[in-house]
Nanobody
Framework: QVQLVESGGGLVQIGGSLRLSCATSGRTFSTYTMGWFRQAPGKEREFVASISRSGTALNYASSVKGRFTISRENAKNTVYLQMNSLKPEDTAVYYC????????????WGQGTQVTVSS
């Protein structure tokens, strides 16, 4: 079982930046593909970004490409999401998730952290 705890959310102005962190338990962090997702009020949860076990393969939703950066520190069992040039449409609860080797879906999820972008 893996526990994921997000932090770093908050209220930020349009054009501002936030850095989300997701700390995980256990000693197998490096074996998981990690992802960030978000869910805005009244909308379905959507993919934001993912990073491979080694950190070499990155994927982004088109809506955040060029503004958000996903990274990981396997020695710290932590994945990050640096969010720049934030827009009101980025307002959502952000979740991190972990996928086991060979998996087709994310197996573990955090509780989420709220990000609100306002003018």
């Amino acid at each position: 079982q893996v526990q994921l705890v997000e932090s770093g959310g908050g209220l930020v102005q349009i054009g501002g930046s936030l850095r989300l962190s997701c700390a995980t338990s256990g000693r197998t962090f490096s074996t998981y593909t990690m992802g960030w997702f978000r869910q805005a009020p009244g909308k379905e949860r959507e993919f934001v970004a993912s990073i491979s076990r080694s950190g070499t393969a990155l994927n982004y939703a088109s809506s955040v490409k060029g503004r958000f950066t996903i990274s990981r520190e396997n020695a710290k069992n932590t994945v990050y999401l640096q969010m720049n040039s934030l827009k009101p449409e980025d307002t959502a609860v952000y979740y991190c998730a972990a996928m086991r080797i060979g998996g087709q879906k994310y197996d573990y999820w955090g509780q989420g952290t709220q990000v609100t972008v306002s003018s």
